[in-house]
């Protein structure tokens, strides 16, 4: 096993000669992204001109097979799968690359959105950049298909203060509180009312005064001003919370998770089947599939139920941070701390343990403390500890966790060489 640099449950920050783990995050950036500075015009208005988003910070992001640092310094970097050109790295070949490198082009960043096979970074300026496979239109360059392996410009955004990806689509919250996406639209995910792809930016009717915006496997969430929850896309296993299972599966248009109204939700991670939601007291609310115990329910890991209406699941609070991946999900603690739960497989939970037949609906300690950041794959997480020392866990399969390509799972939390997210 490589000498990685492992989190111990008593230190504050990773350090050195421990045996490592990896984490990965499913499809997409699958949390809730927060706007700032969002006022009450109505839609279709223009956005002022200027700096729109909030100061950069540190954040980790990943998709299905790959991983993304976003630095303080506003450049982003990025490790594992490169196919389809979605690291950003001015390649598109059947290959991997386990040292991170800076994503060209890009500096000035204050958010990134990792897909299944493509990114957004958000300038300070409030425009969008996209890389990566194009399927469906996800770049929002006007065409449908192919790849960019270097980053190019969204088209006709501005004014633009946070940005979510999901699977194969995308979506960007503008500071007058519209909400547009662009992409796959098989599902309703877009919110347009029908099943249309679209290959540029698109409004979506009936949001306005949005705060947040999340998007997942084939779901999608915004969060009004006044604390109301909207969900569209996928609802075959309850994933978008109304407490029912949508005739066909399938929400085209904007609907309010009438559980979620008053309970005051900051922000939402959207798994590939599943959803989280933060509320301000630090509690949470999960919904969809717990098949492998990924909602925290306590029905047997096994079992195939679907959760349509919010529950609260026992044992998780002082919350701050959650995150979804494929089958498994994270929560950080404000005590540095974080906690997972779901598919154990590839060692995506970072405690140590592997396989399904390990898989759990009761929340267990990540192998690491001092966390400050989270993020959550298909089959991968990635953490980021106070002295900016970027970890990661689950499966390297494809050098997502910046370790030689012999090893193949990361039980436990294990230091990405070469990138320090403060320096």
């Known amino acids: 096993m490589p000498d990685a640099l492992l989190v111990p449950r008593t230190h504050s920050s990773l350090t050195p000669g421990h045996v490592a783990r990896a984490l990965a995050i499913a499809w997409v950036t699958l949390a809730l992204v927060l706007g700032s500075g969002v006022d009450s015009r109505p839609q279709g208005t223009s956005p002022p001109p200027g700096p729109a988003a909030p100061p950069a910070a540190a954040m980790v992001a990943a998709g299905e097979g790959s991983s993304f640092l976003l630095k303080a310094d506003g450049t982003v970097w990025g490790w594992g799968d490169q196919r389809d050109g979605r690291l950003g790295d001015g390649q598109d070949r059947d290959n991997s690359r386990t040292h991170p490198r800076p994503v060209i082009g890009l500096s000035g960043i204050r958010q990134i959105a990792i897909g299944a096979a493509h990114g957004l970074a958000l300038r300070a300026d409030g425009t969008v950049l996209a890389w990566g496979g194009n399927g469906d239109g996800r770049l929002g360059n006007g065409r449908d298909s192919g790849a960019e392996p270097t980053a190019i410009r969204v088209s006709g955004l501005a004014g633009v203060v946070a940005v979510a990806a999901g699977v194969a689509s995308s979506m960007a919250l503008r500071q007058d509180g519209v909400v547009l996406t662009w992409g796959q639209n098989a599902a309703g995910q877009l919110g347009l009312g029908d099943d249309g792809s679209r290959p540029v930016p698109t409004p979506v009717p009936g949001l306005a005064n949005v705060r947040a915006i999340a998007a997942g496997g084939g779901q999608a969430f ?51 089947f599943h959803t989280v939601a933060l509320l301000a007291d630090g509690s949470v609310r999960t919904f969809g599939a717990s098949n492998t115990g990924q909602a925290g329910t306590p029905t047997g890991v096994d079992g195939f139920g679907a959760f349509p209406a919010p529950i609260r699941p026992a044992g998780i609070d002082s919350i701050t941070a959650v995150a979804a991946g494929q089958y498994h999900t994270l929560a950080l603690r404000r005590d540095g701390n974080a906690l997972s739960w779901g598919h154990a497989g590839e060692g995506r939970l970072g405690d140590g343990t592997s396989g399904r037949s390990q898989s759990s609906s009761l929340p267990g300690l990540v192998g690491a403390e001092g966390i400050v950041a989270i993020a959550a794959g298909e089959k991968h997480s990635l953490v980021i500890v106070r002295d900016g020392t970027v970890g990661c866990f689950g499966s390297n399969f494809l050098g997502q966790c910046a370790q030689s390509q012999g090893y193949a799972e990361v039980l436990r939390p294990t230091a990405v060489p070469g990138v320090n997210a403060l320096q």
Do not use: E, K, M
């Open 222 to 272: 915004a969060i009004r001003r006044d604390g109301v929850v909207f969900a569209w896309g996928n609802n075959r296993d309850g994933q978008l919370g109304l407490g029912v299972l949508a005739a066909g599966g399938y929400v085209r248009s904007p609907r309010i998770i009438d559980v979620l109204n008053g309970a005051n939700t900051v922000a939402i991670a959207a798994g590939y």
